[in-house]
């Protein structure tokens, strides 16, 4: 299987701090990879390098073998790479269908040609597809902002898979969401994985939820990789349980 | 009932047209002066509007475009230009300057964006008070000519109160246009939550450029029309003053609402004169006005309509809910 993504030697400092030390790692087409590690070990820096949010102060990232550093995310985004972020990012004043359509319209054509096309930016159809899918049929008029927190999270992934990319950032999912709306976004994204063939890294600390629904796992710890495998190689490495997992 | 709204909205649609088409036939010249410039201030402020109320970039330079449009107008016009033509450079040259005015929001916002467009309104007008070999320095430029349109002279007050409600129509139409675009939801993702907006493939350095480019353009509309209004302009109208009324035109008439503009301009251009007969206290009564709107409603005169309006959807959804509640009861 050929690497979506490519990460080569990545560092980050701010002033004397390195958060992110020379991590190198491979995501494979199609698969879930998980990202786990202690509060401020990096990950969510990790993603802000990879998606041009933060520029990297040295090593490379490449999408599809193609050398991305430092690409604005915007252009990332229309690469083909997308993300949801830790804390929640809807547009509350926008309607659930509007934010959905949003996501999708800087994809196409120039900026010159949405303003002459038409005001949906020909994405009514696959918003409305992406609205029955996560299940919000009855909201897709609602300002965002009206909506529960699990619900936001929700459109908030949604988002991200506007668009169809290749490849899905996702920084902590399962935060704050309550256990039937968990199961719900779990279901929801496998099914993307496996009827998109999108491919995703996932950082979140809900083991159960890291440990059922990824393929591979990466363990971060102080800016470094410390472990990658398979759930089960992971749960059973001393270095992690010593670091993160506890006894 | 949706469809009851959306008749009983088209109504009232037409009557306002209406009214503002056939009341001014009764108005003496001042009334008709005094429309006038409510409707191209009308036009300035929505350009603001554009800027600041949907895509979120504080300018207070909207009254040195205004100054720039009018200057344009004035100088091609007297030199025998049509107005139409001294509409459209109006149009190109603010939009010209307002993208390169963009440049400082992409580094700095809200206050410190202020004090940057602050700076530059003073500087235009410095612009039209000192380069007098262009634009008649404090003396300023006089016998502006009123444009014939389809041969007719609108040099009357009715025929270019006609002239001005007209370009309002058409600068109406045009802004509810865009804003239904995709550049519109851009602009508006923009004021949101720009971060996410980026990560989401919107370029929103162009956008922002452009909404400071789109916003000033409208402000020369309304200046290449002002000229023509008042047939004489100096620098001292496009002071520092003009791009604070517009400011709280468009925040008094309810930011980011598309006809907060239009409420704005009425109350900045309407009232004081309505207050008149007060004598020496009708600007104070006008500004203790401004102050208890904004105490009441921050969100200006439509923030109170939409606050009514949600208020009333959401009992209307809960009753539904109260009544579909024992049905769904009685099917189980």
């Known amino acids: 299987m050929s690497a979506v993504l490519e990460v080569s030697d990545i560092k980050k400092t701010f002033g004397g701090i390195t958060a992110v030390d020379d991590v190198s790692f491979d995501v494979r087409e199609g698969e879930i990879l998980g990202l786990i590690g202690p509060n401020g070990c990096g990950k969510s820096t990790l993603f802000n390098c990879i998606l041009g949010q933060l520029t990297p102060s040295a090593g490379e990232v490449k999408i599809d073998g193609r050398d991305v550093t430092g690409l604005r995310p915007s252009d990332l985004n229309r690469l083909g790479v997308s993300r949801t972020f830790q804390l929640l990012q809807v547009f509350p004043r926008l309607s659930v269908r509007e934010n959905l359509i949003l996501a999708g319209q800087e994809h196409q054509g120039s900026m010159l040609g949405r303003l002459f096309g038409p005001s949906d930016a020909g994405l009514s159809r696959a918003a409305n597809e992406m609205i029955g899918f996560f299940k919000l049929d009855h909201l897709a008029t609602e300002p965002a902002g009206g909506l529960s927190y699990g619900q936001q999270k929700l459109l908030d992934a949604a988002m991200a898979f506007m668009g169809g990319p290749r490849l899905v950032l996702l920084d902590e999912p399962a935060g704050g969401v309550n256990p039937t709306m968990l199961a719900d976004l779990k279901d929801r994204l496998i099914a993307m994985n496996r009827e998109k063939g999108a491919t995703f890294v996932v950082i979140e600390h809900n083991m159960e939820f890291v440990m059922s629904l990824c393929s591979r796992v990466m363990v971060m710890a102080e800016g470094k990789v410390l472990a990658l495998g398979r759930p089960d190689e992971i749960r059973a490495n001393p270095a992690v349980v010593e670091a993160y997992l506890g006894h | 009932m949706i469809a009851a709204g959306k008749y009983l909205r088209i109504a009232l649609g037409v009557a306002v047209v209406l009214a503002l088409i056939l009341v001014p036939t009764t108005f003496n010249r001042y009334g008709l ?206 002071n520092l003053s003009l791009s604070l009324d517009l400011l709280m035109m468009v925040i008094v008439g309810g930011s980011g609402f598309f006809f907060g503009p239009f409420l704005g301009a009425m109350i900045a251009v309407l009232l004081p004169e309505w207050l008149r007969f007060t004598q020496g206290y009708y600007l104070m009564l006008y500004a203790i006005a401004v102050i208890l709107l904004l105490i009441w409603s921050p969100s200006g005169i439509l923030g109170i309509l939409d606050r009514y309006l949600t208020q009333r959807r959401t009992r209307a959804a809960s009753a539904l809910r109260a009544v579909a509640k024992p049905k769904l009861e009685v099917a189980q």
């Not at chain 2, 475009?65 to 033509?85: D, E, K, M, R, S």
């Not at chain 2, 004090?115 to 235009?124: E, N, Q, R």
């Open chain 2, 33 to 238: 002066y005094i429309l006038s410039q409510w409707a191209v201030m009308s036009i300035a402020a929505m350009g603001l509007n554009l800027t600041l109320g949907y895509a979120g970039q504080v300018s207070l330079a909207q009254g040195a475009f205004v100054g720039i449009g009018a200057y344009a107008g004035a100088i091609l016009t007297t030199q025998g230009f049509p107005l139409i033509a001294a509409i459209a450079v109006a149009i190109v040259l603010c939009f010209a300057i307002g993208w390169l005015l963009g440049y400082p929001a992409l580094r700095v916002q809200h206050h410190y964006l202020a004090f940057v467009t602050l700076a530059f309104s003073t500087l235009a007008f410095l612009v039209f008070r000192n380069e007098s070999w262009l634009t008649g320095g404090i003396y300023g430029i006089s016998n502006i000519p009123r444009p014939h349109i389809l041969g007719m002279a609108t040099s009357k007050p009715l025929p270019f109160y006609y002239v001005c409600l007209g370009s309002l129509a058409i600068v109406t139409a045009a802004v509810w246009w865009l804003i239904r675009s995709p550049w519109g939801r851009a602009f508006m993702a923009l004021r949101e939550n720009p971060v996410r907006a980026l990560s989401l493939g919107v370029d929103t350095r162009r956008y922002t450029l452009m909404a400071f480019a789109v916003g000033s353009a409208l402000g020369g509309v309304a200046g290449a029309l002002y000229a023509p209004l008042t047939q004489y302009i100096d620098p001292v109208p496009f």
